[in-house]
């Protein structure tokens, strides 16, 4: 356990957790989430099903590919605390991850044991999803960030970063946002399917609409105003905090904020199938962890004047790598 090889672990535990958090979205999208019943960690009170029908073994290999990821991200922080000092923002990292995956596992065990699942359509349902989202979004945040770490990246500094640091709370905020506007519509999507973009659009403003129906315009309103305000922040980002590693960061978001547009366009004209949820889902993933990296690489220690502005501060010294 050498701080040499130990990025590769956490890459190889960050990458791993994005195919089991992509795989879940798949089980709520195929309508396989009451596939082991209210059982929990049993699947229909066994530890291994038998003769499982496609739910159970959609919703079982999640929970097996998720105790997976668990005990990666747990030999993550077991090796971040053997091979790196006390005080090394990789410690933090791992701890962080470790504990967002703990309650990443709660949450998903609530879901099930409350049997927010298949066919439930309640508001308990919806919250219960955005809270899921979130703290997704947090878990593959922290454990990006403790890759960017090990891969030379600098501590994060978060007092006295004036009009940067605001900038890219908002950004960061937003894309919660869209996640969790996203997360809500694909429920709709998935529990009142439309045979066509025009019924879609019928069953959206009609006043008899169920709530997730409704609710699902939220979420390209949304998407649209936070996309125009990323475009506006990266750049502003960039020049306030002038280096190699942030212009690149700064480029990739822009990117991908392009990329998912489309992908969300497609996905609104196909109805929605479950390949191109995934993909969509996989983007905003993609997004977020760019989006996180360059707020750590932007907000480093090494800030000589915060918000000094493109004019008057000093170039930033560019990590070792990016993430990945």
Known sequence: MNQARFWKLAALALAFTLGVILWGASV????????????WPTCNGDVIPRSP????????????????????????????????????????????SMLFMVTEAAVGAGIVLLEYVA????????????????NTFLLVGAMTCTLYWARGGRRVRLRGQGATGALLAAALAGVLAVGVT????????????????????????SPAAHFLVSLRVLHPVVAAVVSVYLLYARGAIAARRPSPLVERLSAATGGLVLLQIGAGVVNLLLLAPVWMQLVHLLLADALWMVLVTLAAAALSEEVPAPDAGARGEKARPEAVATPG
């Open 119 to 134: 066919h439930d359509a309640s508001a308990a349902r919806a919250l219960w999803m955005a809270v899921h989202l979130i």
């Open 182 to 205: 996203g997360a809500i519509a694909a429920l709709g999507d998935t529990l009142f399917a439309a045979g066509s973009l025009r019924e879609g659009l019928a069953q959206d403003f």
């Open 28 to 39: 709520r999208a195929t309508g396989s989430g009451a596939g082991c019943g209210s059982h």
């Open 53 to 96: 029908s496609a739910a159970t073994f959609i919703e079982f290999t999640h929970r097996a590919t998720s105790g997976v990821a668990f005990l990666l991200v747990a030999l993550q922080l077991v090796w971040a605390l053997v091979a790196y000092p006390a005080g090394h923002p990789v410690r933090g990292g791992a701890a962080a």
